[in-house]
């Protein structure tokens, strides 16, 4: 559950805002960026139709972190370090530096997307793969680093209205015709209640009608990229993602 950290320290309650909703977006990154390296490795050399499908996610979920971690430096890092200095003197260093590994592998990965998009060869799936596996490996770290360190901060220290604002800009990354598919991906790991919370927010019929249609479009989805309508959830990643797809490819 996500009501507080290891350490026991809220995450949501009387006086608190309700940061909950970043872990359930930090398990879409851990879970999908995960088990990308699968995915290009199972793809067969040269079929530029699987390359260009597994391309698009690939490049769909480093767009959005990218976005992701934008908007956290611009909405909250930037008012936390405003408002508790000292709190954050010990993690100043840490976080930026590991912002600064993610955004270097970030724009690693783009490049080899890229090329990889291009040749549809298995050298350069395999290069883009490998650098997919250390943006993950940097990534964990970081988002373990800011759930146990910077939520509890958050949810004492920023406001309702600015973690609204940061919400609907990170729902805003999502392109309009994948809103069901990015409600499925929160679905299906996401604790209920928080997903509940968000969903009291919109009109009844849509309210009603999103769950059911969100876990179908990313029953599919993940049927399609992953080989099947229940990938590997992100608490059970640390098993090496390539052992989960044969060289076969996965079939779409
Ligand atoms: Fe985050």
């Not at 360190?149 to 920023?158: R, S």
């Amino acid at each position: 559950m996500t009501s507080q950290t290891a350490d026991g320290r809220q995450l949501h309650g009387p006086g608190l805002t309700d940061v909950r909703m970043m872990k359930v977006v930090h398990d879409n990154f851990r879970r999908e960026l995960g088990l990308s390296p699968a995915a290009i490795r199972g793809t067969v050399a040269g079929d530029k139709r699987r390359t260009r499908q597994v391309a698009e996610h690939v490049g769909l979920f480093l767009a959005l972190l990218h976005h992701h971690h934008t908007i956290e430096d611009d909405l909250l890092w930037a008012a936390l370090l405003e408002r508790v200095p000292q709190e954050l003197a010990p993690l100043v260093h840490v976080m930026e530096s590991q912002h600064e590994t993610v955004a270097g592998l970030l724009e690693q990965s783009n490049a080899a997307l890229d090329t990889w998009r291009t040749t549809a060869s298995s050298r350069d799936g395999e290069a883009l793969a490998q650098v997919l596996t250390e943006l993950c490996t940097a990534l964990v770290e970081h988002l373990q680093a800011e759930e146990t360190h910077l939520l509890p901060l958050m949810a004492q220290h920023i406001t309702v209205a600015e973690w609204a604002e940061f919400t609907a800009q990170g729902m805003s990354s999502i392109p309009r015709r994948k809103m069901s598919l990015g409600f499925g991906m929160m679905l299906y790991e996401g604790d209920p209640e928080v997903i509940g919370l968000e969903l009291a927010n919109l009109p009844a019929p849509v309210r009603r009608l999103l769950p059911p249609l969100g876990r179908r479009s990313f029953r599919r989805y993940a049927r399609r990229i992953h080989g099947t309508g229940t990938p590997m959830r992100s608490t059970d990643l640390a098993v090496p993602a390539a052992n989960h797809v044969t060289d076969q490819g996965v079939s779409s």
